[in-house]
């Protein structure tokens, strides 16, 4: 597996990802998408989307205010308990989450021992107010994660699709919390996306849903491009366990800085609906078309970082290898990102042999044609080999080239990037051909 800072520094380079707000020194880690990262990420939220809402008949999607009335945190528990244990170092004044250090040892940051001061619980719901007083009436707080909508809106989404039960509501966007330690790139930020599915069930049949989940996300990984080798399916044991839920599955990636949390999948039962449903005092009974009966339906949450899974699928495509032909250059190493092409920015590159207008031109009316169905980049400047090996570097599946023999035999050359195998494609079987070759 490769370092971070490989990755880090590939991802600044080429325009994946870089500090945000870095003209004014950044932003305690805080982080902002460029063109590819941008466009790598709206693939991976896109074929989820596809995957888990469109493609299925038993799922329904929504988009939800990202500030929520103060009563759904409330109801959920988070007001009172979506807290970290926060200790800090009293030499250096330090803070850390006391359940990712030891206690006993020296502090992290400064070296001096038994500093840290007694702990105290942080909750990490991330404050603002609305509206014009800046008063405690007015405090409201960014959602900590998507799911409680599915929950708020449970009754107005089940009448409105008019699915029965089995059925999920899905939502794909950002969450915020006031993490202590933010780090390790995009794996822990204070702002973050997640893409989340609550699957309504009926409590005897909760078991066959969860072994569905389960399956559903460890194919979904496939799709991504992850080796199962990098992943860990860790059963979370009683009493480490939330009390309402009677299964939870965290799934843990290999990082470069250890094994940790990808996604989750949790067992709730009824524990959010019935919470909901005392607290707002509305009935969110589902009735059971068949037999009237009235119930609060069981629950099995997938949760998938958006983020956590572009860093995986970064580290996954990311490959080193020395460069095999003069063209490459012999003795380079030539890094190539072999993203799954449904997920790679872009999906064509066009490169015309010369900037010449005799060339140029129609490459770039060829490229333009293109773009219509693919994103395609086009780059005439510095030498062939170059230019494939930026393509290489940011994952580009197809390199076309048009030179001038193009000109008279109206054909131009495809590169793959995985093969590097080259063949000559007739201009007019194209589109045909690369759409055989991507298989969309
Ligand atoms: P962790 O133990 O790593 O803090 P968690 O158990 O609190 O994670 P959940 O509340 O289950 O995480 O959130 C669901 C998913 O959202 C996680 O599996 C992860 O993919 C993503 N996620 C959670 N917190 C963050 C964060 N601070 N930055 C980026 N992604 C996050």
Same mark, same amino acid.
């Given at each position: 597996?490769?370092?971070?800072?490989?990755? #880090?520094?590939?991802?600044?380079?080429?325009?994946?990802?870089?500090?945000?707000?870095?003209?004014?020194?950044?932003?305690?880690?805080?982080?902002?998408?460029?063109?590819?990262?941008?466009?790598?990420?709206?693939?991976?939220?896109?074929?989820?989307?596809?995957?888990?809402?469109?493609?299925?008949?038993?799922?329904?999607?929504?988009?939800?205010?990202?500030?929520?009335? %103060?009563?759904?945190?409330?109801?959920?528990?988070?007001?009172?308990?979506?807290?970290?244990?926060?200790?800090?170092?009293?030499?250096?004044?330090?803070?850390?989450?006391?359940?990712?250090?030891?206690?006993?040892?020296?502090?992290?940051?400064?070296?001096?021992?038994?500093?840290?001061?007694?702990?105290?619980?942080?909750?990490?719901?991330?404050?603002?107010?609305?509206?014009?007083?800046?008063?405690?009436?007015?405090?409201?707080?960014?959602?900590?994660?998507?799911?409680?909508?599915?929950? =708020?809106?449970?009754?107005?989404?089940?009448?409105?699709?008019?699915?029965?039960?089995?059925?999920?509501?899905?939502? #794909?966007?950002?969450?915020?919390?006031?993490?202590?330690?933010?780090?390790?790139?995009? &794996?822990?930020?204070?702002?973050?996306?997640?893409?989340?599915?609550?699957?309504?069930?009926?409590?005897?049949?909760?078991?066959?849903?969860?072994?569905?989940?389960?399956?559903?996300?460890?194919?979904?990984?496939? &799709?991504?491009?992850?080796?199962?080798?990098?992943?860990?399916?860790?059963?979370?044991?009683?009493?480490?366990?939330?009390?309402?839920?009677?299964?939870?599955?965290?799934?843990?990636?290999?990082?470069?800085?250890?094994?940790?949390?990808?996604?989750?999948?949790?067992?709730?039962?009824?524990?959010?609906?019935?919470?909901?449903?005392?607290?707002?005092?509305?009935?969110?009974?589902?009735?059971?078309?068949?037999?009237?009966?009235?119930?609060?339906?069981?629950?099995?949450?997938?949760?998938?970082?958006?983020?956590?899974?572009?860093?995986?699928?970064?580290?996954?495509?990311?490959?080193?290898?020395?460069?095999?032909?003069?063209?490459?250059?012999?003795?380079?190493?030539?890094?190539?990102?072999?993203?799954?092409?449904?997920?790679? %920015?872009?999906?064509?590159?066009?490169? %015309?042999?010369?900037?010449?207008?005799?060339?140029?031109?129609?490459?770039?009316?060829?490229?333009?044609?293109?773009?219509?169905?693919?994103?395609?980049?086009?780059?005439?400047?510095?030498?062939?080999?170059?230019?494939?090996?930026?393509?290489?570097?940011?994952?580009?599946?197809?390199? #076309?080239?048009?030179?001038?023999?193009?000109?008279?035999?109206?054909? #131009?050359?495809?590169?793959?990037?995985?093969?590097?195998?080259?063949?000559?494609?007739?201009?007019? =079987?194209?589109?045909?051909?690369?759409? =055989?070759?991507?298989?969309?």
């Amino acid at each position: 597996m490769i370092e971070m800072e490989k990755l #880090v520094s590939l991802a600044k380079r080429r325009g994946f990802i870089f500090p945000g707000s870095d003209i004014y020194g950044g932003l305690a880690n805080s982080w902002d998408y460029g063109p590819l990262g941008s466009e790598l990420k709206k693939n991976i939220k896109d074929a989820w989307w596809k995957r888990f809402v469109t493609s299925r008949d038993d799922m329904v999607g929504i988009d939800a205010a990202l500030i929520m009335n %103060p009563k759904v945190w409330e109801a959920s528990g988070h007001l009172a308990h979506f807290t970290d244990p926060l200790t800090e170092c009293t030499g250096c004044h330090s803070r850390f989450r006391a359940d990712q250090i030891d206690l006993n040892a020296a502090c992290p940051t400064c070296g001096r021992k038994g500093t840290f001061t007694e702990l105290a619980q942080f909750n990490m719901m991330l404050k603002t107010f609305l509206g014009a007083k800046e008063d405690a009436a007015a405090v409201v707080y960014f959602r900590p994660e998507t799911a409680q909508a599915m929950f =708020a809106d449970f009754k107005q989404v089940q009448e409105t699709s008019r699915k029965r039960v089995p059925f999920g509501i899905a939502q #794909v966007g950002k969450a915020f919390r006031n993490e202590i330690t933010p780090g390790n790139f995009i &794996f822990r930020t204070r702002e973050f996306e997640q893409m989340e599915v609550e699957y309504f069930v009926k409590e005897s049949e909760w078991e066959k849903h969860f072994e569905s989940w389960l399956s559903e996300m460890k194919a979904w990984l496939d &799709f991504c491009g992850v080796d199962p080798k990098h992943l860990n399916f860790h059963e979370i044991e009683d009493g480490e366990r939330a009390h309402y839920s009677k299964r939870t599955v965290d799934i843990e990636y290999q990082y470069p800085f250890g094994l940790k949390e990808l996604y989750g999948l949790a067992y709730r039962g009824d524990y959010d609906l019935k919470c909901h449903q005392e607290k707002s005092g509305v009935d969110l009974r589902y009735t059971d078309p068949e037999t009237n009966e009235k119930y609060l339906p069981h629950v099995i949450e997938p949760s998938l970082g958006v983020d956590r899974t572009l860093l995986v699928v970064m580290l996954e495509a990311y490959h080193e290898e020395q460069a095999r032909t003069a063209e490459e250059g012999e003795t380079d190493l030539r890094v190539v990102m072999r993203f799954p092409k449904a997920l790679a %920015p872009f999906k064509i590159a066009m490169l %015309p042999l010369s900037k010449k207008d005799e060339l140029s031109v129609p490459a770039r009316a060829l490229a333009a044609k293109l773009r219509q169905r693919w994103t395609t980049d086009y780059d005439e400047t510095q030498s062939i080999g170059k230019r494939y090996r930026r393509q290489d570097e940011i994952g580009t599946p197809y390199c #076309v080239t048009y030179d001038f023999d193009t000109l008279n035999d109206q054909s #131009v050359t495809v590169r793959d990037r995985d093969t590097m195998q080259q063949e000559r494609v007739k201009i007019e =079987a194209l589109e045909a051909y690369l759409a =055989a070759k991507l298989g969309f």
